[in-house]
C-alpha cells in the first residue's frame, strides 16, 4: 500500500477532517471508502477518488473499502469487479480485508425499508413512472401528493412483501419515501428506494426481485461499514440532505458525513461511462484497454505508470467547482517521470536506407551507447554497426533550406554514438523522384561521433544497423478528440473523434536490444518520444511499441496553426 507523505498540500476535505478530529468526532479514527458501480472499467476520474479516498485514509493512519454498488442486476457483471480490483491494485492501493458489496446488506436494507413503513414514512406507489415523474412537478412548481401517498401502514408492509416474494410485475410498484413534495429540493419529493426488476443478479442470482436505488443504498451502507467521511463527487451535493435524511430517520451503527469534491473533467476525452460504453460497442476504439481510451487499463496498456497517475491526481488537487483539465498536464507528468528514468533506445520508424561506401562490406563494430545521457549510473550498452544502415526520412531533406541542419546533399551529420558521415548520391524512384537511397561515405577518424581535427557538425541523427535491426510495428497515439470539450460541441460529440488518433507504423527498425524488452518495459526512442512494448500483442520476433508521449508538446503548436472547427470549445 502506498504511504501518503505528511506534507501533502492542503485542501478542504483535510480542514474537514482536522476540524473532526480537533472536535473529537472521529474517535474511532478515519473511515473513507471508494464504492464504484461494477458495470464498465474505471477512468482517469475515477483514480482521482481511488487517490483521494485511500490517501486520505492513509495520510491520517485510518481505513479505507472497497464497495462494490452492485444495486443494478442488468449492468453488472463479475469481469467488471475484477477489472476494479486489478486497477486499485495497479495504482498502489490496497483494501486489506475490507471488500464489500451492496448486495451484502440486501437483507438488512430490506428491513431499513420496512421500518420506514413502520414510522409510516414511506409507502408503495402504485403510479407508473411516467406518472411519478409528472406528480414530481418542476424546480418552478411544487411537485403534488400521490393518490396512494395515505395508504395505511399494513396496506403497505403488505405489498411491500408480495413486491419482494415477486406477485407484481415490472413497474408495477414502487417504494417511496414519505418526505416533502412540496420540497425546493426535487430529491425531497418523496424519492423511489425500492423498485422491481426481474432480473438475476450476478452474485445473489434469482432471490431478490426488488433492488434498492443508489440514495438509499450508500448512506445506509456508509453507516453500517462506520464510514466517517463519504467524499463524494459534487454532482452529488443535491443529494446530500436526502442521504442525511435516511442516516437521521433510522436506527443506524454509525453517523456518516457526506462531503463533495469536483469531479475530474479531462480535455480532448470523454469521461461519461456512458460514452465511453459507446466507443466500445460502437467499435470505435478496440476495447477497454484501447491506449487512447482515458480508462486507467487503457492508461496502463498506453504506457502510464501508477506513480503519474497519482502525481497527476495530487498535481489538480481538489476544488469545489467543476473545471477542465488540460490533457497536456497529464502528459508533462509522465514526461517528466519518464525522462529521468526511462532507458534511452534507438529506433527508426519510417526508415530511409543509407549506403556508406567507403566502410568494408563484411565489417561489423560495437558502439558503446549510454543508456542514460544525464544518468551515468544507468550504464552504457553496445550497439552494431555496419555498411548499411537505416534513418529516419525526415533526417534528409535534398533541397535543404539553411537551417536544416540534418542530412542532405553534400553535407555532414553525426551519427549518434558513431561516426561523421556525408551524403554524396541520392537514389530516386524513376516515377516519383522519392529517395529510396542514400549514398554516403564517413569519415573512420569520428568514432564515436568527435572529430580529432575539432570539427564541429550542427546535426545529430539516430540510425539502426540494418543487418542487425529487429522489424518492429510502432503505434503512433494521439488525443481522441480534435476539440478540447467534444461534449460540448454543437454537433454530436461522436463526429469530433479524431481520425488520427492512432496510426500503425508496420515497417519499422529497432535495435536489437529490444526484441528482448519486457512487455510493459519502458523507453525514450531518441528524438522521437517515450515508448512501450505493449503488454497485448508483444511478440520478440515481432515487437509492437505503443507511443507514451511525443518529447515535448507539440499539440499546442499544430493546434494553434489550425483554424477551429464549428463548435469547438477551448
Known amino acids: 500500500m502506498i504511504e501518503m507523505q505528511n506534507s501533502a498540500p492542503p485542501n478542504f476535505i483535510r480542514k474537514i477532517i482536522d476540524d473532526d478530529l480537533d472536535q473529537g468526532r472521529c474517535r474511532e479514527g478515519i473511515h473513507t471508502r471508494f464504492p464504484p458501480e461494477p458495470n464498465g472499467y474505471l477512468h482517469i476520474g475515477h483514480a482521482k477518488a481511488i487517490c483521494l479516498n485511500f490517501g486520505i485514509a492513509a495520510e491520517y493512519e485510518g481505513k479505507c473499502n472497497l464497495r462494490f454498488d452492485d444495486t443494478n442486476p442488468e449492468k453488472e457483471e463479475m469481469k467488471y469487479v475484477e477489472s476494479i480490483r486489478e486497477d486499485i491494485r495497479w495504482l498502489g492501493f490496497d483494501w486489506e480485508d475490507r471488500l464489500f458489496y451492496a448486495s451484502d446488506y440486501f437483507d438488512r436494507l430490506f428491513q431499513y425499508a420496512v421500518d420506514l413503513i413502520n414510522q409510516g414514512k414511506a409507502y408503495v406507489d402504485s403510479l407508473s413512472a411516467e406518472q411519478i415523474r409528472q ?44 418526505i416533502d413534495m412540496g420540497a425546493a429540493n426535487l430529491n425531497m419529493r418523496d424519492p423511489v428506494i425500492y423498485r422491481i426488476r426481474r432480473a438475476a443478479h450476478y452474485r445473489t442470482g434469482a432471490k431478490w426481485c426488488i433492488y434498492p436505488m443508489y440514495d438509499f443504498t450508500q448512506c445506509l451502507s456508509d453507516a453500517v461499514e462506520h464510514v466517517t467521511h463519504s467524499l463524494c463527487s459534487l454532482e452529488f451535493e443535491d443529494h446530500r440532505p436526502l442521504y442525511d435524511w435516511f442516516i437521521d430517520n433510522l436506527d443506524t451503527p454509525s453517523r456518516p458525513r457526506q462531503y463533495e469534491f469536483a469531479r475530474l473533467n479531462l480535455e ?21 484497454d484501447d491506449p487512447r481510451m482515458p480508462t486507467i487499463s487503457g492508461l496502463r496498456r498506453r504506457g502510464f505508470t501508477p506513480e503519474s497517475i497519482r502525481d497527476f491526481c495530487e498535481r489538480i488537487g481538489l476544488t469545489k467547482s467543476d473545471t477542465y483539465i488540460d490533457m497536456g498536464v497529464l502528459e508533462h507528468v509522465i514526461r517528466d517521470e519518464l525522462g529521468a528514468v526511462a532507458p534511452r533506445r534507438m529506433a527508426v520508424l519510417r526508415p530511409l536506407k543509407v549506403v556508406i561506401d567507403n566502410y568494408p562490406d563484411a565489417e561489423e563494430e560495437l558502439l558503446d551507447a549510454a543508456n542514460h545521457p544525464q544518468d551515468p549510473t544507468m550504464g552504457t550498452r553496445q550497439i552494431p554497426f555496419s555498411k548499411v544502415i537505416y534513418i529516419e526520412k525526415d533526417d534528409f531533406m535534398e533541397d535543404a533550406p539553411k537551417k536544416f541542419f540534418r542530412l542532405s546533399p553534400g553535407r555532414e551529420v553525426r551519427l549518434r554514438y558513431a561516426y561523421f558521415i556525408t551524403c554524396n548520391e541520392v537514389i530516386k524512384d524513376e516515377k516519383t523522384g522519392e529517395a529510396l537511397e542514400l549514398r ?35 503505434r503512433l497515439y494521439d488525443r481522441l478528440f480534435s476539440v478540447a470539450n467534444p461534449e460540448r460541441a454543437d454537433a454530436d460529440w461522436k463526429s469530433y473523434i479524431n481520425p488520427d488518433s492512432m496510426e500503425i507504423l508496420t515497417r519499422c527498425f529497432v535495435e536489437p536490444g529490444l526484441a528482448k524488452a519486457s512487455p510493459g518495459a519502458r523507453f525514450q526512442f531518441e528524438r522521437l518520444g517515450y515508448f512501450c512494448a505493449d503488454e497485448k500483442d508483444w511478440r520478440p520476433d515481432k515487437p509492437v511499441f505503443n507511443r507514451i508521449v511525443t518529447l515535448r508538446d507539440t499539440w499546442e503548436k499544430i493546434r494553434k496553426k489550425q483554424p477551429a472547427k464549428s463548435g469547438e470549445q477551448t
Open 135 to 178: 406528480y414530481r412537478g418542476a424546480l418552478t412548481e411544487p411537485g403534488k401528493d400521490s393518490p396512494y401517498r395515505n395508504r395505511s401502514i399494513e396496506a403497505n408492509l403488505d405489498l411491500f412483501h408480495k413486491m419482494k416474494a415477486g406477485e407484481f410485475d415490472e413497474g408495477a410498484h414502487v417504494l417511496r419515501a414519505k
Open 268 to 288: 480532448y476525452t470523454v469521461l461519461s461511462k456512458r460514452k465511453l460504453i459507446e466507443l466500445v460497442e460502437d467499435k470505435r476504439v478496440d476495447g477497454w
Open 440 to 474: 554516403c561515405s564517413y569519415d573512420p577518424a569520428t568514432r564515436g561521433g568527435k572529430a580529432p581535427d575539432g570539427r564541429k557538425v550542427k546535426g545529430t541523427i539516430h540510425w539502426v544497423s540494418a543487418r542487425h535491426a529487429v522489424p518492429a510495428a510502432v
